[in-house]
C-alpha cells in the first residue's frame, strides 16, 4: 500500500519541482524497503512536541582536602613540568545542589566523568561528563556535556549533547558562573 500511495505521488508532483519529485520518491523507497528490523515513523510520532527545560543548580568541585570529589588518574611525566598541567587526567563525581551551601542544601545530582587537561599554553580541560539527576521527577534522567572549558574564565558556555529519560534527545547549552576558587579547585 505505502508504495501506492508512492506513486501517486510522484504522478502528480512530475508537472512540478524536479526537486520535489526527488524528496517523493526517497519516501517511497523508504516506505517500499522498510525491513522488519528497522522502520522509519513520522518525527512527530515519536518526539512530540519540543519543550524546553531550565535548571538551575550549584556544583561542587573539590579537588583536595579529607573528602575529594576527584582523582587523578593518570599523567604524562612531562605533567609535572607544565605550568597547565597538560595531560593530567581526572575523574570527578561532583554533587550538584539546589542552593549553593553543600552542607545544607537539598541534592539535586551528580556530575560523573574523565576530564583531561588539554592546554599546552594556557590552563583548559577536555570534559566528557554526565549529570545524573536525583530528585523529583528528574530522577534518573541524564544530560551529557562535552566540552572544552577554559577554566581561568569566570563564565563559560558548554553544548549539551545528548540525554536519557526525560532528557532523551536532548540539545542545549549550558552556562557555568564560577563563584568561589578554594586553592586548586579547578572547575
Ligand atoms: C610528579 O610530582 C609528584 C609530586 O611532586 C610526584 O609524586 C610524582 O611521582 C611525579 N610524577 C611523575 C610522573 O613524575
Ligand atoms: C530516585 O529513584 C531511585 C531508583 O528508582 C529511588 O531509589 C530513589 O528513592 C529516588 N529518589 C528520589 C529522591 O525520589
Known amino acids: 500500500?505505502?508504495?501506492?500511495?508512492?506513486?501517486?505521488?510522484?504522478?502528480?508532483?512530475?508537472?512540478?519541482?524536479?526537486?520535489?519529485?526527488?524528496?517523493?520518491?526517497?519516501?517511497?523507497?523508504?516506505?517500499?524497503?522498510?525491513?522488519?528490523?528497522?522502520?522509519?515513523?513520522?518525527?512527530?510520532?515519536?518526539?512530540?512536541?519540543?519543550?524546553?527545560?531550565?535548571?538551575?543548580?550549584?556544583?561542587?568541585?573539590?579537588?583536595?582536602?579529607?573528602?575529594?570529589?576527584?582523582?587523578?588518574?593518570?599523567?604524562?611525566?612531562?605533567?609535572?613540568?607544565?605550568?597547565?598541567?597538560?595531560?593530567?587526567?581526572?575523574?570527578?563525581?561532583?554533587?550538584?545542589?539546589?542552593?549553593?551551601?553543600?552542607?545544607?542544601?537539598?541534592?539535586?545530582?551528580?556530575a560523573q566523568g574523565p576530564y583531561g587537561f588539554a592546554g599546552q599554553k594556557k590552563l583548559a580541560l577536555i570534559m566528557a561528563l554526565t549529570y545524573v539527576f536525583t530528585d523529583e521527577k528528574f530522577n534518573g534522567s541524564t544530560l551529557s556535556i562535552l566540552a572544552r572549558n577554559p577554566v581561568m574564565n569566570p563564565v563559560r558556555e558548554f553544548p549539551i549533547v545528548g540525554g536519557t529519560g526525560l532528557f532523551r534527545f536532548a540539545r542545549g547549552f549550558a552556562i557555568l558562573i564560577k563563584l568561589l576558587y578554594f586553592g586548586m579547585d579547578l572547575q
Open 1 to 110: 500500500m505505502g508504495a501506492a500511495v508512492g506513486h501517486v505521488h510522484v504522478v502528480l508532483m512530475l508537472q512540478y519541482l524536479s526537486l520535489v519529485i526527488v524528496m517523493v520518491l526517497l519516501v517511497t523507497q523508504t516506505l517500499a524497503h522498510e525491513p522488519d528490523w528497522g522502520q522509519t515513523l513520522p518525527y512527530e510520532e515519536m518526539m512530540g512536541k519540543a519543550k524546553v527545560t531550565r535548571l538551575h543548580f550549584y556544583f561542587h568541585g573539590i579537588a583536595s582536602g579529607k573528602d575529594p570529589t576527584s582523582v587523578s588518574v593518570d599523567q604524562p611525566a612531562s605533567t609535572n613540568k607544565s605550568s597547565t598541567m597538560f595531560g593530567l587526567v581526572v575523574i570527578v563525581d561532583d554533587p550538584l545542589t539546589e542552593g549553593p551551601d553543600l552542607a545544607t542544601s537539598r541534592l539535586v545530582g551528580r
